[in-house]
């Protein structure tokens, strides 16, 4: 373990939720590949990784287990679904729009689309950020990735 290697290096989904469509999976996909690539994870009160992140849900709440790279407990945070319900059921909305329009609408109509989804997964990013607070820093592009991932569990969920 390095000292100040404040980075994932592996991050993992709850598999006892099951597949979705391949359109979500392959938003988890890329997600867990570009948030493993670049990333900015730092757990309060710890020295450094880089970590492992299990993301699951429980009795409705997110849980984020941490631990290091082999295998020490970090630390378990679990939050409140309670603040991301509009956001999530928004970005899902939109995302079966934006699905829908890729395969049909025009280029102006995709981008419009595309241009609010952007604007809904900013919003949840942030309220993800908030919410890690005193617990996890991360930088808003680590954020933006987690709550992709977030989405994709509770989609499965």
């Known amino acids: 373990m390095a000292a100040g290697d404040f980075r994932l290096c592996d991050v993992v989904l709850d598999d006892t939720i099951g597949r979705s469509t391949p359109d979500v999976e392959h938003e988890r996909a890329v997600a867990i590949f570009d948030l493993i690539e ?22 409705s709440k997110l849980v984020f287990a941490i631990t290091t790279e082999d295998g020490g ?16 059921k928004d970005y899902f909305m939109i995302c079966e729009s934006y699905y829908e329009a890729i395969r049909s609408a025009t280029p102006s109509r ?3 689309i595309d241009m609010g989804r952007r604007g809904i997964h900013n919003e949840g990013s ?12 991360i930088d808003f592009d680590t954020a933006r990735r987690l709550f992709t991932l977030v989405c994709v569990l509770y989609w499965r969920g």
């Open 38 to 59: 670049e990333n900015s994870f730092a757990p309060i009160g710890h020295a450094g990784g880089p970590y492992r992140l299990n993301i699951s849900l429980a009795d």
């Open 73 to 88: 407990n970090v630390a378990t945070h679990i939050l409140s679904l309670t603040p991301f319900r509009r956001i999530v």
């Open 110 to 112: 995709i981008e419009a």
């Open 126 to 137: 942030q309220t993800l950020k908030d919410r890690l607070t005193g617990k996890i820093e």
